[in-house]
């Protein structure tokens, strides 16, 4: 039955047998459809970059005035000067590397346990009606939680260990997370859930190839957001829970203020500054080459 | 086998559709009755509130009637949607593609069927341009050949060109009918523009609203090729105008 509509070979010449119809249609297309000029890629990348910089030179330049007045000594409040090339003795050595390799590993383990939860928690909340009214508010209740009133219970729980910040840092990311994922399905057109039926897909294949993709926009950004909150709990776990003989970058934060050394503090808060600003350069890229290919970027609208 | 040979493709009998209960209930279709035979080309036509989207949906298997039957004889429905539908992630050919993915047919196969399917709507070598890139016409007819590629033998298309400027409009009405003479599929087509029913249809189910019953059938007697501003067409499309403005008027008090 389903050959009686198949199209031989000698119907799909097409173009050979042109008609005013055709002349006209490729016309319209032809008019309908005006490729933007691509700049070239070295100065998108100067464009994009040089305000970053200036921001930067902005920020130095006002940290150093409020320096120069006078307001605090500089053993308290040391200037771009003092701290920047502390960042860089610190950089070359290897405890900074052994600290900075411990609160990535707890920060990348952490979240990938929070996005597996979140996405399993997000998907079943979506999924059945009375999971959501259940516990749908708790998630955002959750979410908005401070994550250091968790570490009460979790030094009682675990003591000072690697499992106390890995509880939390998971307890902090998994709402997020989750609620991406909930609104993500929550939002997806009707009219592309309809159509995938029509074309025969149901259950798995249903979400697999239409319900996931169209929901990955809000999941991206519950990711982003999962991240932000992952590593707020993990910094403040850092500080909190100083498991000994383990150094990460908040317990080398919270040695130098306990050794009064105002240019180590600087120099670690501008290292946990530096990561986030990397992080989310990379969410960025990805959200942005979702959004081109969708084309949903502003540069792609009329 | 049967020995009878069905002469319907399509066959809707008594079909009736509620939503809801009690004092809500909603009737969105009421005892809807008609045929169409394989090859034909059918136009539904109604105001808003005649069931269309209902029918089409049981027509494609994803609602059931409250009462009565449809019958398309096992054959496969396939739907095309008023605004074109393409899913943003995917390119042309990639939406294309779609409905064999979904039947697990194997990439080489759909990648060669893609090519033939996009020769088809005059879009060859586009397959790699994404939804955004191509104008609302062009869109459309990624959408006809995706509707094409679910290889149906029933085309239900749902007001597919009701979006698009009367230029662009015109010249898919000649590329639908060459494609539905090339290919012989049975279209049933939704439109609530009268002309675009008596360009298109060899038959003309005029539906009436809240609920949708079959208020008349007509015969488009008008010999293919047609031309939307044709006299012929023009004479037949009051006619029926001015019937369905009769049906219309009666929901005004």
Redesign the interface.
Known sequence: MATDTTIGPDTLRGPATTTSTDAALAGLDALETVAAPGRPLALRMWSATWPKLAAVAIFLLLWQIVVWTGWKPTYVLPGPDEALPELGHRVVSGDFWAAFARTMQRAFVGYALAVLIGAVVGLAVSRFALLRTAVGSFITALQTMPSIVWFPLAILLFRLTEGAILFVVVLGAAPSVANGVISGIDYVPPLLTRLGQTMGARGLKLYRLVVAPAALPSVVAGLKQGWAFAWRSLMAGELLVIVPGHPSIGSDLENSRQFLEATGVIASMLTIFAIGVLVDAAFNTVDRRMRARRGLLPEQSG | MTAVIDTRAVRIAGVSRTFGSGPHRVQALDDVSFDARPGEFVCLLGASGCGKSTLL?IL???DRPSSGMVDVG??????M?Q?S?L????TAGGNIA??M???GVPRADRRVRVD??L??V???GLADK?????????RQRVSLART?A????ILCMDEPFGALDA??RD?LH??LE?IWR????TVLFVTHDVREAVRLGDRIVLLSSRPGRVAEIFDVGIDRPRRIDAPDVAALAATITARLRAEVSRHGH
């Not at chain 2, 994404?130 to 062009?138: A, F, I, K, Q």
Request: aromatic letters at 6%; charged letters at 30%; zero cysteines.
């Open positions: 949906g494609a298997g994803i096992g054959r496969r429905v396939g739907m949607f605004d539908a899913l943003p992630w995917l779609l409905p993915k979904i039947r033939e399917l020769t088809m005059r879009l060859a994404r939804p955004h890139e191509l104008s609302g016409g062009m094409f679910q290889e149906a033998d230029m662009t010249l000649d590329e060459r090339e290919t012989g599929v």
